[in-house]
């Protein structure tokens, strides 16, 4: 028998560590592509304060509880948004609030929801819907759900519009009503 100085024991405990290793090393190794990945946003932020220029003139100031930033740009404020709209001046024109918003970065969009009201400070004119798109590049907003409209004169209802986003003029595709405030 042959005998390097090393005791039984050490092979014994070597053997046994290996062993070990070996059956811990199994099957868990798992192909990255099928594992479930996350898709919630990569960043929160609070208290968001986000100003929109044209030669050096704030034009947009939107204004969140909270923002969430996801992979793809697209940006969720799901405590509510507040814009305001400025006029070359620097006079505030309008303002548009909701309960949650939605900007997809790639399109310049965003669609807020729940309790959404665009109010034109200047004509005293008041656009409630619970759904509303906003085209910022373009300038526009525009829904195909239920709208009312309540004027100094009269209050108007109906399906779908389409209106530039200081909402000092639109259009209402379906009037469903129009009712006179003045006796």
């Not at 948004?81 to 909701?98: H, K, N, P």
């Not at 669609?111 to 619970?130: A, F, I, P, S, Y």
Request: one cysteine or more; hydrophobic letters at 35%.
């Amino acid at each position: 028998m042959y005998s390097s100085g090393i005791p039984k024991s050490f092979y014994t405990v070597l053997i046994s560590l290996l062993a070990f290793l070996a059956v811990g090393c199994g099957d868990d190794l798992k192909d990255p592509d099928q594992e479930k990945k996350y898709t919630g946003p990569f960043r929160e932020t609070s208290n968001v304060l986000t100003l929109y220029s044209d030669s050096a003139k704030v034009m947009i100031k939107l204004q969140a509880p909270l923002q969430e930033d996801y992979e793809n740009g697209d940006m969720i404020f799901p405590k509510g948004i507040d814009v305001e709209f400025y006029e070359q001046g620097g006079a505030l024109t309008s303002t548009l609030r909701a309960n949650y918003g939605k900007q997809e970065r790639n399109k310049d969009l965003y669609l807020v929801r729940g309790n959404v009201v665009v109010d034109n400070l200047q004509k005293k004119e008041k656009l409630e819907t619970e759904e509303l798109y906003w085209n910022k590049g373009k300038a526009q907003i525009y829904t195909d759900k239920f709208v009312k409209i309540t004027t100094p004169e009269e209050i108007l209802m109906g399906h779908g519009l389409q209106a530039n986003q200081d909402f000092s003029n639109y259009k209402i595709r379906k009037v469903t009503g129009v009712f006179s405030l003045k006796e």
